[in-house]
T-cell receptor, first 113, second 113 residues
Framework: EDKVVQSPLSLVVHEGDTVTLNCSYEVTNFRSLLWYKQEKKAPTFLFMLTSSGIEKKSGRLSSILDKKELFSILNITATQTGDSAVYLCAVENYGGSQGNLIFGKGTKLSVKP | EAGVTQFPSHSVIEKGQTVTLRCDPI?????LYWYRRVMGKEIKFLLH????????ESGMPNNRFLAERTGGTYSTLKVQPAELEDSGVYFC???????????FGAGTRLSVL
């Protein structure tokens, strides 16, 4: 069965710390891996990764994909309280519906002042 | 540009009743997806529309769930009759094309008592 596993499930850090969130996957027909940030309501898009070894970067956030080892990491440097959220990893399964996303349970990040 | 909007934000009904959830995708997005997250579990795919056609409904749990997208604009998801296990958060997402990023709504929290 296709699955996406995120770790840790929950993380508490202090402002200024750097965090690494992990996402591993087993999906039959991989097409892309996406990271979303969910604060109160709607998950908001962060990154889409399709190729191994190419880092995507947006401000203090960066992500990279390893298609050989089937995982991705999301790094957040110099964390701020506004980074507190649930970070969702999803893998696009091309075998079924185009764009059928398989989600992990998420990592809840809490950044303390 | 307005994002994906969902209505209502929260619905509380009794077992056996009927509930209809609505999703308005981003204007011009042909692809519309429904997902569900039950407590403690990951977000799971329900179905995918391309315009008014159901591209994939493999994630629909049973025939108590009926999704429609008349005219290829907004979509409704009806649960009839609702059961306790239907409780959860129902997310809608839309994308311009099946290859593009899915943008999510804030979700409808359904509580079946």
């Amino acid at each position: 069965e296709d699955k996406v596993v995120q770790s840790p499930l929950s993380l508490v850090v202090h402002e200024g710390d750097t965090v690494t969130l992990n996402c591993s996957y087993e999906v039959t027909n991989f097409r892309s891996l996406l990271w979303y940030k969910q604060e109160k309501k709607a998950p908001t898009f962060l990154f889409m990764l399709t190729s191994s070894g190419i880092e995507k970067k947006s401000g203090r956030l960066s992500s990279i994909l390893d298609k050989k080892e089937l995982f991705s990491i999301l790094n957040i440097t110099a964390t701020q309280t506004g980074d507190s959220a649930v970070y969702l990893c999803a893998v696009e399964n091309y075998g079924g519906s185009q764009g059928n996303l398989i989600f992990g349970k998420g990592t809840k990040l809490s950044v303390k002042p | 540009e307005a994002g994906v909007t969902q209505f209502p934000s929260h619905s509380v009904i009794e077992k056996g009743q009927t509930v209809t959830l609505r999703c308005d995708p981003i204007s011009g997005h042909d692809n519309l997806y429904w997902y569900r997250r039950v407590m403690g579990k990951e977000i799971k795919f329900l179905l995918h529309f391309v315009k008014e056609s159901k591209q994939d409904e493999s994630g629909m749990p049973n025939n108590r769930f009926l999704a429609e997208r008349t005219g290829g604009t907004y979509s409704t998801l009806k649960v009839q009759p609702a059961e306790l296990e239907d409780s959860g958060v129902y997310f809608c997402a839309s994308s311009q094309d099946s290859w593009y990023i899915q943008y999510f709504g804030a979700g409808t929290r359904l509580s079946v008592l």
